[in-house]
């Protein structure tokens, strides 16, 4: 027996809302796929911003990283930190004078950005540039290393008294430096010697003895 008009008129409309009952229950999942892996995304970068403003880069993809800053500085909705996460990024991957320009124009800093400024100064050999910069990193004398490289870069540029008396500061508040600068060698060991000699002096004024 074959459908009437109006049987098969009712067969071909539930067929429709079967067949858009499967497209949708296959549209659900995918597209709450995409919006878990946009978030799991986003997670991930906000994790690597994170440590990037941390200056902790170790787990970071730089590349893929410095792509992603790339694409939200584009959008002309600029946020500091992720200005400051693209000087960072460029730092680690060995662009210094990039970042060095890029890291000193910064509207907003943090102790980061200064830092890594000076440093990427310095390790580009701009020693005239890096001894501006040092002193304005507020930690810098919290940290050994980089108060030596400041005295160093005030040395490199021809600033000698100053560079002294940064290496006397340096040696006095820590005695176990002295016996670094002795062991200095490159082409100002010369002068790391009569600055040694400076700092053991003024720290015997000071009733100190650095041996």
């Keep these: 027996m074959f459908p009437t008009k ?12 079967f067949k858009r ?7 659900v999942p ?12 986003s997670e991930k970068f906000n994790q690597d911003l994170e440590s990037v403003l941390r200056n902790e880069v170790n787990d970071v993809n730089l590349e893929a990283f410095e792509g992603k800053i790339n694409e939200l ?3 002309k909705s600029e946020k500091d930190q992720w200005l400051s996460a693209k000087g960072i ?12 320009k890029y890291l000193s ?12 400024t000076a440093l990427a100064y ?9 001894s501006f910069y040092y002193p304005k990193y507020p930690d810098l004398r919290e940290n050994t290393v980089d108060w030596s490289q400041y005295a160093d870069a005030l040395l490199e540029s021809n600033q000698p008294e100053k560079a002294a008396e940064e290496y006397v500061k340096l040696v006095i508040k820590n005695p176990n430096m002295a016996g670094e600068l002795r062991k200095t060698e490159g082409s100002h060991a010369k002068d790391h010697f009569f600055l040694y000699s400076l700092a053991k002096e003024s720290a015997k004024a000071e009733k ?3 041996g």
Excluded: M, N
């Design 21 to 27: 009952a499967c497209i949708s229950a296959l549209i």
């Design 30 to 41: 995918l597209t709450l796929f995409e919006f878990s892996q946009a978030e799991a995304l």
């Design 208 to 210: 100190r003895d650095l």
């Design 105 to 116: 124009e910064l509207k907003v800093q943090s102790p980061v950005t200064q830092r890594l």
């Design 73 to 75: 500085i584009q959008t």
């Design 6 to 17: 109006g049987q098969f008129s009712i067969r071909r409309r539930s067929s429709f809302r």
């Design 122 to 130: 310095y390790q580009s050999k701009d020693y005239k540039a890096a």
């Design 89 to 100: 990024t460029w730092f680690h991957q060995g662009k210094l004078k990039e970042a060095a």
